[in-house]
C-alpha cells in the first residue's frame, strides 16, 4: 500500500482519513500515461475498516436524513450500497450510457482524460425523493456534476454528496459549489 503522509486530512478528521490513506494503492499510467490512479481495493477488501467508512458516512449525514444513496459507476455502486443495507434505504444506480434498460436521463461531461455520457432511470425517484450521492474519488467534479444534474432531472433532491477520497489539486470540489462535499480523505 501507499506510504501515508504524517499529516492527512478530510472533512471527518484525521482518523479517518488516515483509515482510508492506509488502504490506497497508488497505480502509475492507468488508465493512460501520466495519470496515477487511486485503488481503494484494499480498501473494500477489508472488512473492518470498510465497515468503519460505511458507518462514518451514515452517522455523518444521520440515518433519516436520506430516502435512497445512488452510487456512480463503477466502484460508487460498492459504496452505495453498502451505506444504503447500513441505513435500511434503496439503492440507485448512475450508470455509463447503454446500460439501463429503461428510459433514461442522460448527461454528458469531460474527463481529466476523455468525455463519457451518463444516465440514470426517468424513473428513479418519486417527487421529494431524498438522495445521499456517493463515489470513490472526487477528481475534476465533472462525473459528479452530471450525476447531480441527473438526480435533479428525475425528480429527486440531493440530501448530500460523499466520497471517499477527494483529489483536491483537480479542484472538483469547487466545480460542485455551492453543493456541500464530504470527503474522507483528500489529497
Not at 479517518?16 to 488508465?31: E, I, Y
Amino acid at each position: 500500500m501507499t506510504e501515508t503522509p504524517t499529516e492527512v486530512r478530510g472533512d471527518s478528521g484525521p482518523l479517518t482519513a488516515q483509515l482510508v490513506a492506509s488502504r490506497v494503492l497508488d497505480v502509475p499510467d492507468f488508465p493512460k500515461p501520466g495519470i496515477v490512479f487511486k485503488d481503494l481495493m484494499p480498501l473494500f477488501a477489508d472488512g473492518a475498516a470498510f465497515r468503519a467508512v460505511v458507518d462514518e458516512i451514515v452517522d455523518h449525514h444521520g440515518r433519516d436524513s436520506f430516502d435512497v444513496v445512488v452510487g456512480i459507476e463503477a466502484r460508487g455502486f460498492v459504496v452505495a450500497a453498502a451505506i444504503a443495507y447500513a441505513a435500511g434505504v434503496g439503492v440507485v444506480p448512475v450508470r455509463k450510457a447503454g446500460k439501463l434498460p429503461r428510459a433514461a436521463y442522460a448527461a454528458s461531461y469531460a474527463l481529466e482524460y476523455g468525455e463519457a455520457t451518463l444516465e440514470v432511470h426517468q424513473d428513479a425517484f418519486t417527487a421529494g425523493h431524498r438522495v445521499l450521492v456517493v463515489d470513490d474519488v472526487l477528481a475534476t467534479g465533472g462525473t459528479a456534476k452530471a450525476t447531480l444534474e441527473l438526480v435533479e432531472r428525475a425528480g429527486g433532491t440531493v440530501a448530500g454528496f460523499t466520497v471517499l477520497l477527494e483529489l483536491g489539486f483537480l479542484k472538483g470540489r469547487e466545480r460542485l459549489a455551492p453543493q456541500p462535499v464530504h470527503a474522507l480523505l483528500t489529497v
